[in-house]
């Protein structure tokens, strides 16, 4: 089966993969060195945020929309992560953006473009400030990242009158805090953050956050690098909502947590999506990880892992539609949008990527098909949740101003530890 795509990199999963690059053995103390190296200069200015509390570079002032040419240009540019779109391994082409062009007239280019969020946002933070065409007219970022770019400006509106499917979209993803009502973001895909374990090894399975903390799982437990996943369901077992305006000192109370679990041995490691491979040697038991690399690792090393969101809650992260400022195809980019948010479409896209699908009336579409496995694919609630699991699932809210800076520290601290 095909390697799926990774989940969208943090700059603390970032910060684990340029640890392990680095050479060596993977540990809590190269991690601290390989982000502590970038430096507090350097991660602020990552953030768009300077020592004083300014943004955009030390400037109040905000690019404008470059003028639409879309009725007279017909393509539009489209970046997003690596495997991430239904593709035909016989044709080399993306069946559905084949189709998007037939039926719409517009020229679609696709580039596998994203790596992780940081480092994408590294390459382009200087045109979108300058207001200037990056050569793309949708871009895909994670939550936090498109709550930085909506902040600073640097993503033009959407019109929503034309974007009628965009109805469509599940009632949890409407009203994020960054972006209410969706007027400059539309989610591509979602996940979750929750529990999972070798059914083998633990046949009763785990019900929360503090079953991970059992005697009997002493360094046999990983825990994700993506702070608001691991900190969040933390967070949700000690009764805080995620999604609210929690405190420094709940925060912070779930640090410690996570340092006397790192301290005593109870978990083996903290690490990005590379916990899979530690799941399926066995050197780990049970973890925090993501709902898409739980069904993907089940589809390819035969189904001995469950995933379950906690009693307490789970997070819900998503991968967001944007247009940069400097985009002269808005119109385009916008048709592009309202296609994949027709259900039909939707359904061909979850068939192949396996993560949540954010589009009402996929999961009918999908069960509608002559495929047996395609029918059977509908009733995986990996892909098409159930409303009792997304009643249980929480968004981490944004962060601001110096809360990214000083939670982001705290946790790189306990890390190094």
Request: proline content about 4%.
């Amino acid at each position: 089966m095909t390697q799926r795509r990774r989940r969208p990199l943090s700059p603390e999963a970032a910060a684990v993969i340029r640890a392990q690059q680095a050479g060596g053995r993977f540990s809590r103390r190269n991690l601290f060195a390989g982000t502590g190296a970038l430096g507090l200069g350097a991660a602020l200015a990552a953030c768009g945020t300077s020592a004083t509390g300014t943004t955009g570079g030390g400037s109040d002032a905000k690019p404008s929309p470059a003028a639409d040419k879309s009725a007279t240009d017909k393509t539009v540019n489209w970046a997003n992560w690596t495997l991430y779109l239904d593709y035909d391994d016989k044709t080399k082409t993306y069946p559905t953006l084949v189709q998007f062009e037939k039926e719409t007239g517009i020229k679609a280019t696709y580039d596998e473009a994203i790596e992780d969020n940081d480092s994408y946002y590294g390459k382009i933070q200087g045109q979108l400030k300058n207001g200037q065409d990056i050569g793309k007219d949708v871009i895909v970022f994670t939550d936090w990242m498109a709550a930085r770019v909506i902040e600073q400006g640097y993503v033009q509106k959407l019109d929503q009158g034309k974007l009628p499917n965009a109805a469509n979209i599940l009632d949890n993803l409407k009203n994020v805090d960054y972006d209410p009502g969706r007027n400059y973001s539309l989610t591509w895909q979602s996940g979750y953050a929750g529990l999972a374990w070798n059914k083998e090894k633990l046949p009763k399975g785990l019900r929360s956050v503090d079953d991970l903390w059992a005697p009997e799982l002493k360094g046999k437990v990983e825990v994700l690098s993506e702070m608001r996943d691991t900190i969040g369901l933390i967070m949700l077992q000690q009764g805080v909502d995620i999604s609210g305006a929690f405190t420094a000192d709940q925060f912070g109370n779930a640090i410690d947590v996570l340092d006397k679990q790192l301290s005593s041995g109870q978990i083996r490691q903290v690490k990005g999506n590379s916990y899979k491979e530690d799941l399926i040697s066995g050197d780990a038991l049970a973890v925090i990880g993501w709902s898409g690399d739980i069904t993907q690792l089940n589809a390819e090393n035969g189904d001995k892992w469950e995933f379950a969101i906690p009693d307490a809650g789970g997070t819900l992260w998503s991968d967001n539609m944007l247009v940069p400022i400097g985009s002269p195809h808005l119109a385009n980019a916008e048709a592009l949008m309202n296609y994949y948010y027709d259900p039909e479409v939707a359904a061909e896209v979850a068939a192949y990527v396996n993560y949540i699908c954010p589009v009402k009336g996929a999961q009918e579409a999908m069960a509608a098909s002559k495929d047996k496995d395609l029918q059977a694919l509908a009733e995986n609630t990996s892909i098409f949740p159930t409303s009792a699991d997304l009643a249980k699932v929480k968004v981490f809210r944004t962060l601001k101003g110096t809360e990214e800076t000083q939670f982001s520290s705290d946790f790189q601290r306990v890390l190094g530890n």
